[in-house]
């Protein structure tokens, strides 16, 4: 997961676009484990199955850093590089879906991007979702856009 996050490309649209190096890594792993003890949902590794390579993360979490849009429980994805572009995150990013609304019974799902970011945005409109608002991230000041999903409209596509 370092790896991933030392890539500038990966990075570009994550917050401020910084890299993130292994301590940054490995603290940032430690919070989405206390996540998972405090809420009973996270981030999932995303590994491919023919080899075990890890690929990237996949999961659900509390978007804190928007307090605007607060309560909400956020799907959200990072993969490496030599991953895009295959379905992986789509294929990904719905398994969480699917986690959230029948695993966990949330009410709705969002999904948070800067704006400029089409592949992230793609991906969200092929999971259902609909942009409800853009605003500025009070973290780094950048625009984003939240797109969201409610269980009434992820029945309503499953069927």
Known sequence: MAAVNADPEVMRWIRDGSV??????????????????????????????????????TGLSVPGFLPEVLPAVEVGWRLGRSHWGQGLATEAAAAAVRFGFEERGLERIVSITQVGNDASERIMTKLGMHPVRETVNPAGGRRVRVFELSSDQYVTTTR
């Not at 993130?20 to 590794?45: C, H, K, N, P, V």
Request: net charge negative.
């Open 20 to 57: 993130r190096d292994e301590q940054q890594t490995r603290g940032g792993i430690q919070a989405w484990e206390r996540e998972w003890e405090s809420q009973g949902f996270g981030l999932f590794a995303v590994e491919i199955r023919s080899t075990g390579e890890l690929a990237g993360f």
